[in-house]
């Protein structure tokens, strides 16, 4: 039986991340072999599946559902709405749906434009005077280019977004602030990878357009008429503890429910038959509400129409309008056309599958786990389903996998040595010895071997993942990589996508050199988040990586001692969300500013107060607080007397979050050994904060 590996980001991960949200400034490094369930690979019916993924996959629920024409065939649900409440999940509970999101704001422009308020066409400009950038080729970008991933945009702006229990719209409203000193990493157009910012910005379009929020326009134009009673966003008014409950996985408590501001991106709730509902519309079966013209316009494949890898259908990514996939693996490979898109928020995950053809449509919500996953118990429903009705003849077919043997590998392959890039890393590609080497990417990730297999291809032994190398007509030259993934109980998906991008050496001068080796590996805190925050938990520090002997930082080009900026033209997905790293001093204290985040560094963190008196008060810029844990023997305890409406935040000795009092609801806390802690709320808040040492206070 084959393991389920996922490949460290810095290299071969970014197929587990390619929908939804992903936030490669916390590069995952982390290899995880075993993810082996107890039940083996036979054929298991849709309950048996889900209980698999609430049982070993790390759902705390998960709910489906299928619709044929018209019909819902099938829904049922697997693990429990809340671990403290003896109370059953039930088909009218509702979750995030992350990206899945993205198909609401296409609609609901597609929409728009049948009514002839838009046109596909058109700069967005056009629409949204307003929006401008430090990139005079924004002018070019087009409503269509926001709906395929082809704006050229850097990806997305985080700040703010993902929040507990605060439906706080800022991210939304500040988008266009935050664009207006961005540049542009590609020429619009040119190529498609997957960007959240230019949904946010579409969200922007059609509330322009139709003179109303996001929010209205899809309660009036589709879900009241078609009858969507559990379709919510963030902004409606409905009973909260219908949302299946969250948890992460350094805390006992349940969460406070997820809130996503950026609506139109990523903030919708949904219930899995709803769902289903929805993606009748999405394919032309409610002609009354959306136009079959419309629906099959988004089925198009628009990936394309820019720079793309050859032989890339069958694929978990070939984008349409929205869509993440207009070719979905494996029903591709039996001549079927199958629809996907996939979504992640930080707690919820889904999947949407259509089959327009068949009038088919499965989906799959769950609380934890992940979209693949999801996706996967949505292929093997359908699959099931179209078995038992006859609607197919036999299993869908699946890849043959077989070990490969070295080759002599052809000497002009070693050209293809050097440094090679991503969003967020660069790693150095070795080839010779008929070999193609990847050296270890940081600690748990060892030397990855592919070896010469003929045919201009380089294999992992087993022949489960393909690597190979392109040179586009934009002049780059990129490493392909085709990888057959078998997740046990499920069957086997593939990812084909380009993984990196050959960047040149960047020699530095001693001085600029110097600055950046003091950086290397230090960790930088989050100021400018909300007391709400879920990044605060989940990604409040980042530790800088440089690669000082090619000249980069998290992937950018170093430029000088306090600037680095993205260079990655990557189509796809490997190269989404790129960013510029900009850092600046103040009275001795060194920030980072990137995307639209401000960091600290630790080096710029004190401690906190030893004694009975100590106070925190919010200062005028508004920061987040940061103290380390006082040095000393004994086990610290803190007790803070705070405002409403503020967090205290405490994160261990590896920066993992611990204590977030937003979720914890308590006053008293135990200080881990070389942590920190954060205080963060509004201008003038006042915490009064007492620490001593808890042997004294027993």
Not at 8 to 14: K, N, P, S, V
Not at 130 to 141: C, L, T
Not at 513 to 536: A, C, D, I, P
Request: proline share 4%.
């Amino acid at each position: 039986m084959k393991r389920v590996k996922k490949y460290a980001a810095a290299f071969l991960g970014i197929w587990m991340t390619a929908s939804g949200f992903y936030l490669p400034v916390q590069a995952d490094t982390t290899m995880v072999e075993d993810v082996v369930p107890a039940a083996e690979t036979e054929a298991m019916d849709t309950a048996e599946l889900a209980d698999l993924l609430t049982g070993q996959y790390g759902a705390a629920s998960v709910q489906y559902a299928l619709l044929h024409e018209g019909e819902i065939v099938g829904s049922g649900s697997s693990g429990v709405y809340s671990r403290t409440e003896n109370r059953a999940l039930t088909k009218e509970n509702m979750y995030g749906i992350g990206s899945v999101s993205k198909m609401y704001t296409v609609a609901a422009a597609m929409k728009l434009a049948e009514q002839g308020k838009i046109r596909l066409e058109e700069p967005v400009f056009t629409y949204l005077p307003e929006f401008e950038m430090a990139d005079e080729r924004y002018k070019k970008i087009t409503v269509q280019m926001l709906m395929n991933h082809s704006s050229g945009l850097a990806g997305t702006s985080y700040g703010n977004s993902f929040l507990f229990g605060d439906a706080d719209s800022y991210a939304h409203d500040h988008l266009l602030e935050h664009l207006k000193n961005q540049r542009l990493k590609a020429e619009p157009g040119e190529i498609a990878v997957y960007c959240n910012d230019g949904f946010t910005l579409l969200e922007l379009v059609v509330e322009k357009v139709s003179g109303m929020s996001l929010t209205a326009f899809l309660q009036e134009t589709f879900f009241a008429p078609a009858g969507l009673m559990a379709s919510k966003t963030p902004q409606d008014s409905f009973d909260r503890s219908l949302l299946a409950k969250t948890y992460l996985p350094l805390f006992s408590q349940e969460t406070p429910e997820d809130t996503v501001g950026i609506i139109g991106t990523g903030g919708i709730y949904s219930s899995a038959e709803d769902l289903c509902r929805f993606g009748e519309i999405l394919v032309g079966d409610q002609p009354e509400i959306l136009s079959k013209e419309s629906a099959l316009r988004m089925m198009e494949p628009e990936y394309k129409n820019g720079i793309w890898p050859e032989n890339a259908e069958n694929n978990s990514i070939a984008y349409g309008l929205g869509w993440d996939t207009v070719s979905l693996y494996p029903f591709a490979e039996a001549g079927i056309k199958a629809l996907n898109k996939g979504g992640d928020t930080m707690l919820y995950h889904g999947s949407l599958v259509v089959l327009p053809e068949y009038h088919i449509t499965a989906a799959v919500l769950s609380s934890g786990g992940s979209s693949l996953f999801d996706t996967m118990l949505a292929v093997k429903m359908i699959e099931q389903y179209m078995l038992q009705e006859g609607l197919l003849d036999a299993p869908l077919p699946a890849a043959t996998i077989t070990p490969v043997q070295k080759q002599p590998m052809p000497e002009e392959f070693k050209e293809y040595s050097g440094v090679y890039g991503a969003a967020g890393n660069t790693i150095q590609v070795i080839v010779d010895n008929d070999e193609l080497r990847v050296p270890p990417a940081g600690e748990g990730v060892p030397e990855q071997i592919f070896v010469y297999a003929g045919d201009a291809k380089f294999q992992t032994p087993d022949g489960s993942v393909i690597l190979s190398f392109e040179t586009k007509e934009n002049g780059h030259t990129y490493l392909l990589m085709d990888s057959y993934i078998q997740i046990p109980g499920f069957g086997m998906t593939r990812s084909f996508s380009y993984n990196a991008q050959r960047v040149e050496a960047n020699p530095l001068s001693e001085e600029v050199l110097s600055v950046w080796q003091e950086r290397n590996g230090k960790n930088y805190f989050l100021l400018n988040e909300k007391y709400t925050s879920q990044l605060m938990v989940l990604m409040a520090s980042q530790k800088m990586t440089v690669d000082t002997e090619n000249g980069y930082a998290m992937g950018c080009k170093i430029i000088d001692g306090d600037q680095a900026v993205n260079v990655m033209q990557i189509p796809m997905s490997n190269g989404r969300d790129t960013f510029d790293l900009q850092f600046e001093k103040e009275e001795g204290k060194e920030y980072l500013y990137t995307r639209d985040m401000t960091l600290i560094s630790e080096d710029g963190i004190l401690p906190i107060y030893d004694g009975m008196d100590g106070i925190c008060t919010i200062q005028a810029d508004g920061y987040t607080r940061w103290y380390k844990v006082p040095e000393g023997e004994g086990t610290k305890q803190m007790k803070v007397s705070a405002p409403q409406k503020t967090a205290i935040f405490i994160y261990d000795d590896k920066n993992n979050c611990v204590v977030n009092s937003v979720i914890t609801g308590t006053d008293t806390f135990t200080l881990p050994m070389n942590g920190k802690i954060a205080f963060s709320g509004a201008v003038g808040d006042v915490f009064e904060i007492s620490v001593y040492d808890a042997a004294e206070e027993s």
